[in-house]
């Protein structure tokens, strides 16, 4: 059974960056991020596989990334140039079906409890 674990969110000025952490108990092959803001449906981020292969949002192109740790059986979320826009509570889940992406076609599950992201203007 996988579970995933997020950290890393807090509250920082417009223009700030963030790291967050999603560690995986087991070994999925795709993690995703995700984020939801209040009164707004859930929205897909990025995501990685263990291949390497990456997709990101085009809302926030140019300013996310993905980086995978195997070892540590961790997706990071380097979220830079940060605007109020991306206040959100932030979650990763594990793919379900369809392909590593952040595309209508896939499903994810296995959410974990989330991280808060907090951008000030």
């Known amino acids: 059974q996988v579970q995933l674990v997020e950290s890393g969110g807090g509250s920082v000025q417009t223009g700030g960056s963030l790291r967050l952490s999603c560690v995986a108990s087991?070994?999925?092959?795709?993690i995703g991020w995700f984020r939801q803001a209040p009164g707004k449906e859930r929205e897909g981020v990025a995501t990685g596989d263990r291949s390497g292969i990456t997709s990101v949002a085009d809302s926030v192109k140019g300013r996310f990334s993905i980086s995978l740790d195997n070892a540590k059986s961790t997706l990071y979320l380097q979220m830079n140039s940060l605007k109020p826009e991306d206040t959100a509570m932030y979650y990763c889940g594990v793919l379900v079906s369809g392909p590593c992406s952040v595309g209508p076609r896939s499903r994810f599950g296995s959410w974990g409890q989330g991280t808060q992201v907090t951008v000030s203007s």
């Open positions: 087991g070994y999925p092959y795709c």
